[in-house]
């Protein structure tokens, strides 16, 4: 029998592979490594969810003078300090960090803060020239954002560069439609940047429900976002001399305009690249992702893959369920394979939507459906005299009964699926839901007092 270095060898240092490495150490007394080329934590941590949402918190303060002013309070409004947000910002992602790496530490994992490739089946090489056997290697490499094939498309930043400017624009041309794109359009907007966004599409937030993405768009552009879809561009070019200055925009239609900072957020790729998976025999897919099957097992058998990297479902709590997998599978004699149906989400605009099941038209094509849908100015923004609406929908199969999909779009949307998701992934029906008794007064209470169809397909 082959000796190993270590019975497990992970890539990749992210929220999944973290949690992959620390549990086969942990519960199934595994030797376990783990390499990881940039800072603990990954996309999740360092550069995507969790500053997004500080972000987030940052710029839902714009609108509280004003608001509370509705309520009797007097509150002057002042200036956003982005150079003391970002200093306290860092301060936090620097702690998370260090959880990551006390938890990998305390649970007797080896780390190894250097990229990492395949060399064969059971070996990995390090940048420095050193290599490992090990029983089974997994990796869990997530993605990276990528720029557009266009002339200097260099000249506009991506996701990852937000967190780090060192001074916010004063107008700034998202390119995209997608989610991150919205995100950032709402969360910089509400940080005081002038911001326009572009999409090539007729609407933005394409794969969620379309009165959900009807919603979402209105309410954009009623806050002052210059939303504009079906529209695209095709180089862009400095405005001046200076390197760092304004950047001139040509569009499709061949119109010319200017803005300080061009953001794309037109897509993310599998971080696949020079990892010589494809010389050891690891199938990629078409956009470079690593295809697995059901228990995430490559088509080479001492090799798995989660995550991002596979581009399956590419949410954080799905790659930390995805590796607890792959530990009862390979570690624990307990094959799991990953349930990657009704998974609840959210997309963290103003207002946010949180989803979880089938849109309307995904439905519509299974078979007869009922639509419970209800759409309204929920009493605290209705008092402060807002026009933002809120939306609360539910799709019922005619036959069973049972809920296919929940949408909402509220503030706080993503508190609130995650308590819809439970009971959609237990299999209720909209006469469950019936039977609930309405928490009032609260915008929920609507999920649960719907009597009677919208419409029916």
Request: negative net charge; contains cysteine; charged residues 25%.
């Amino acid at each position: 029998m082959m000796s190993f270095d270590y019975d497990l060898f992970v890539i990749g240092g992210g929220s999944g592979g973290v949690r992959a490495a620390r549990v086969a150490a942990g519960e199934a007394n595994a030797k376990v490594a783990l390499a990881e080329e940039d800072r603990y934590g990954g996309t999740c941590v360092i550069r995507g969810c969790v500053p997004k949402k500080l972000m987030v918190y940052a710029s839902s303060y714009a609108d509280m003078p004003e608001t509370a002013a509705h309520y009797g309070w007097e509150i002057n409004k002042g200036a956003f300090n982005w150079e003391s947000f970002r200093g306290h910002l860092n301060t936090e992602l620097d702690r998370l960090e260090g959880v990551y790496r006390k938890l990998l530490k305390n649970s007797g994992v080896d780390s190894f803060d250097q990229r990492a490739r395949i060399k064969d089946a059971h070996t990995v090489e390090l940048d420095n020239g050193d290599t490992y056997t090990a029983k089974h290697i997994l990796v869990a490499t997530g993605g990276r954002p990528v720029r557009p094939e266009l002339k200097n498309a260099e000249l506009g930043i991506v996701s990852d560069d937000i967190f780090h400017l060192e001074t916010l624009p004063k107008s700034m041309l998202i390119v995209g439609g997608g989610y991150i794109a919205c995100e950032f359009a709402c969360i910089l907007h509400g940080l005081g940047v002038e911001v326009t966004q572009y999409y090539r599409g007729e609407q933005i937030l394409r794969g969620f429900d379309d009165e959900a993405r009807e919603l979402i768009a209105n309410s954009m552009k009623e806050r002052g976002i210059d939303l504009q879809v079906e529209t695209d561009i095709s180089a862009l070019a400095l405005a001046g001399d200076d390197s760092n200055g304004p950047v001139r925009v040509t569009r499709k239609d061949g119109e010319e305009v200017e803005f300080d900072m061009v953001f794309f957020a037109t897509g993310r790729r599998p971080n696949t690249d020079s990892m010589g998976l494809e010389e050891v025999g690891v199938k990629l897919g078409r956009s470079s992702e690593i295809e697995v099957d059901e228990y995430s097992q490559t088509a080479v058998p001492s090799i798995y893959a989660i995550g991002d990297v596979t581009d399956r479902v590419n949410l954080t709590p799905v790659a930390i369920r995805e590796g607890m997998a792959f530990v009862e599978t390979v570690f624990k004699g307990n094959p799991t394979p990953v349930d990657h149906a009704l998974i609840p989400s959210a997309v963290f605009t103003q207002p946010e939507l949180g989803t979880v099941g089938l849109t309307e038209s995904e439905a519509a094509k299974l078979g007869a459906i009922d639509v419970y849908a209800t759409s309204f100015r929920p009493m605290q923004t209705a008092f402060a005299d807002k026009p933002e609406k809120v939306l609360m929908k539910l799709i019922v199969s005619q036959e069973s009964r049972k809920i296919l999909g929940c949408h909402i779009v509220a503030p706080d949307a993503g508190e609130l699926i995650q308590m819809a998701g439970i009971a959609i992934k237990m299999g209720a029906t909209k006469e469950d839901f019936d039977r609930t008794v309405a928490v009032h007064p609260t915008m929920s209470e609507e999920i649960v007092t719907m009597r009677s169809p919208t419409r029916s397909g």
